[in-house]
């Protein structure tokens, strides 16, 4: 079934800094790919989405671009905050049929970002 | 609009017990997810609703369990509690026709 691999971390950084968090996905087709944030304490929110290669999907600063011909769905972000401390999750689709909508998550990249 | 929403927020149980959480999904979603998040570890699905009907499950023993309710919402137990159940449990839920799925806030259960 469809996979995803993401970078490890933890992601430690200083405010106004670049981030990048790697994401790479083994998937039949080309299915939806997601990045989902958790703060502190809370449930997961959805971040961004991208349907279909060579979608850019962006919210809060942060964008990705669905890359087929490297598999990737990376995540980038300018000039991070405090503010942007957080994991930070990309997923995809399983599969269809019994499995249409569920949803594997990579393991998580903590991202910690100093003043 | 609302979002999913779930309870308790915080769930203390002692090993042997049995937890209920609850699901509200997002109105006009008929799909319901639950996933288990244990501490230091990723997401791992547990169970899938859909119209009122399980479609799948994750690998996790049949002393989880669940239903789906006709106004859509959501019922996770857990019966005969052991200590490496302690986790965040989230509940998502999804419309039909679309892959997104919104999650709710979690249930943390702390088994003692």
């Known amino acids: 079934g469809n996979s995803v691999t993401q970078m490890e971390g933890p992601v430690t950084l200083s405010e106004e800094a670049f981030l990048t968090i790697n994401c790479t996905y083994t998937?039949?087709?080309?299915?939806?790919l997601f990045w989902y944030v958790q703060y502190p304490g809370e449930g997961l929110q959805l971040l961004l989405k991208?349907?279909?290669?060579?979608d850019k999907g962006s919210n809060k600063g942060f964008e990705a671009t669905y890359r087929k011909e490297t598999t990737s769905f990376h995540l980038e972000k300018g000039s991070v905050q405090v503010s942007d401390s957080a994991v930070y999750f990309c997923?995809?689709?399983?599969?269809?049929?019994?499995?249409?909508?569920?949803?594997?998550f990579g393991q998580g990249t903590i991202l910690t970002v100093h003043p | 609009e609302a979002g999913v929403t779930q309870s308790p927020t915080h769930l203390i149980k002692t090993r042997g017990q049995q937890a209920t959480l609850r699901c509200s999904p997002i109105?006009?979603?008929?799909?319901v997810y639950w996933y288990q998040q244990a501490l230091g570890l990723g997401l791992q699905f547990l169970l899938w609703?859909?119209?009122?009907?399980?479609?799948n499950r994750g690998n996790f023993p049949p002393r989880f369990s669940g239903r789906q309710f006709p106004n859509y919402s959501s019922e996770l137990n857990v019966n005969a509690l052991e200590l490496e159940d302690s986790a965040l449990y989230l509940c998502?839920?999804?419309?039909?026709?679309?892959?997104?799925?919104?999650f709710g806030p979690g249930t943390r259960l702390l088994v003692l």
């Open positions: 998502a839920s999804r419309g039909q026709g679309v892959e997104t799925q919104y």
């Open positions: 998937a039949t087709g080309y299915p939806s």
């Open positions: 991208a349907t279909k290669a060579d």
């Open positions: 997923a995809l689709p399983v599969a269809g049929g019994t499995s249409y909508g569920k949803l594997t």
């Open positions: 109105s006009g979603h008929t799909s």
């Open positions: 609703y859909d119209e009122g009907e399980e479609r």
